[in-house]
Nanobody
Framework: QVQLVESGGGLVQPGGSLGLSCAAS????????MSWYRQALGKERGLVALITSAGCITNYTDSGKGRFTITRDNGKKTVYLQMNSLKREDTAVYYC?????????WGQGTQVTVSS
């Protein structure tokens, strides 16, 4: 059974930093593109950052560009999201996703709250 488990969420002040992790129990993890999404209360889930299977290419939406960094460690089967200069509008549940062909798996999400 495939599982993605996010961790690292919490409460942080505006301007602060937070690092999220997503540990995967996927045998062929290195073949999956990994991404981070977020969903704020009352809003649709949207893409934040994506990293290809080998980690050679990363892509960010405007919400994270310049402030967030996605990385992965295929040996540890883990993907990370480092978030800096956090803003109140970054408050959301953050989800990681694994995708390969027709296969897609989601984690359960981790809450990030940016507030003073």
């Amino acid at each position: 059974q495939v599982q993605l488990v996010e961790s690292g969420g919490g409460l942080v002040q505006p301007g602060g930093s937070l690092g999220l992790s997503c540990a995967a129990s996927i045998f062929t993890f290195s073949r999956y593109a990994m991404s981070w999404y977020r969903q704020a209360l009352g809003k649709e889930r949207g893409l934040v950052a994506l990293i290809t299977s080998a980690g050679c290419i990363t892509n960010y939406t405007d919400s994270g560009k310049g402030r967030f960094t996605i990385t992965r460690d295929n040996g540890k089967k883990t993907v990370y999201l480092q978030m800096n200069s956090l803003k109140r509008e970054d408050t959301a549940v953050y989800y990681c996703k694994a995708a390969r062909g027709s296969f897609t798996f989601w984690g359960q999400g981790t809450q990030v709250t940016v507030s003073s």
